[in-house]
């Protein structure tokens, strides 16, 4: 049961960490060089999941959406919830980087007829990723720690798992301490495989 817990978690880890990084890189993208009104849509988005619990955000989508004809599944509400959290800290993280990159180095890759969306995925991005790498980790770590609360809605994670076990044998400690060093563990090693992956996937050093 633990060993499912630890599947889900993971999985749901990898796919908001994806789809996550993902949202953030195009919403930094906007917040920089989209039109006005694309700027305050992405501002808002940021503004809003920055500075609300993400309990209440997963409530929304999972208890709140349904009123409007939006029914997803435990899954998809916790994947969802998930994607949004990490993409508005990504896109702040992210945007960060790109502002930092010298306007010596795009300005070369214009005149050398590069397009701006070839300057941006191929002289700005790998380079402000390289810069911003070590806190993107750190939020990704977080988001897995979040997502403990998505066996509020029946997703059938890692905390889920522990307290179905509690439940049955009355034996909380036991059950609890064992979640908390899966925990510890999972962290530590993802921490280090990201760090491991991104300099040699991400940026070609």
């Not at 998809?76 to 960060?96: F, P, Q």
Request: proline letters at 4%; aromatic letters at 12%; hydrophobic letters at 55%.
């Amino acid at each position: 049961m633990l060993a499912k817990g630890v599947a889900w978690t993971l999985g749901l880890t990898a796919i908001s960490a994806t789809a996550g990084i993902a949202l953030g890189v195009g919403c930094a993208w906007a917040r920089i060089h989209g039109p006005v009104w694309m700027k305050a849509v992405t501002g808002a988005y940021v503004e809003l999941f920055r500075n609300t619990p993400f309990i209440v955000q997963l409530f929304f989508i999972f208890f709140g959406l349904p009123a409007m004809g939006f029914r997803l599944s435990p899954e998809a509400a916790s994947i969802l919830a998930m994607v949004v959290n990490l993409g508005a800290y990504a896109t702040e993280i992210i945007r960060a980087g790109i502002e930092a990159t010298p306007r010596g180095q795009v300005e070369a890759a214009l005149s050398l007829a590069l397009s701006r969306m070839q300057t941006f995925f191929h002289v700005v991005l790998p380079p402000a990723l390289r810069k911003v790498w070590p806190a993107l980790v750190s939020q990704i770590i977080i988001v897995m720690l979040g997502s403990s609360v998505c066996g509020q809605i029946s997703t059938e994670e890692l905390s889920f798992a522990a307290n179905l076990i509690q439940s049955r044998n009355f034996r909380a400690f036991e059950a609890f301490i064992v979640a908390a060093l899966i925990y510890l563990a999972l962290s530590i090693a993802l921490r280090r495989l990201l760090n491991w992956l991104g300099p040699r996937f991400l940026f070609g050093d």
